[in-house]
């Protein structure tokens, strides 16, 4: 039903930045909250970041003040800007999607999930 697609993700050194997006497809994107979450090898999935309907936004710890979440319902699209990246931050990256009334970090609780892209991140 709907369909979400992730791209910009690469190689980059210590303290690099990169600008991750999310595309969506629908007619409903801005009625969504929308989350990213990453997953590190041998590691669970674990939420970064999310903005709500409305703008709200929240980070987990780990990235605030480096990494910043936006959204364009206009173009339907999320965005990730992450800036001074760490080794720890190499993962791969998804973008998801909640019908949900109210903005949560629990990835059980999206409902629509885009296929990843991988972030490295090198020493």
């Known amino acids: 039903q709907v369909q979400l697609v992730e791209s910009g993700g690469g190689l980059v050194q210590t303290g690099g930045s990169l600008r991750l997006s999310c595309a969506a497809s629908?007619?409903?994107?801005?009625?969504?909250?929308m989350g990213w979450f990453r997953q590190a090898p041998g590691k669970e999935r674990e939420f970064v970041a999310v903005?709500?309907?409305?703008?709200?936004?929240y980070y987990t710890d780990s990235v605030k003040g480096r990494f910043t979440i936006s959204r364009d319902n206009a173009k339907s699209t999320v965005n990730l800007q992450m800036n001074s990246l760490k080794p720890e931050d190499t993962a791969v990256y998804y973008c998801?999607?909640?019908?949900?009334?109210?903005?949560?970090?629990?990835?059980?609780?999206?409902?629509?999930w885009g296929q990843g892209t991988q972030v490295t991140v090198s020493s």
């Open positions: 998801a999607a909640s019908t949900r009334l109210i903005v949560t970090t629990r990835e059980e609780e999206y409902d629509y």
């Open positions: 629908g007619r409903t994107f801005s009625t969504y909250t």
């Open positions: 903005i709500g309907r409305y703008g709200y936004t």
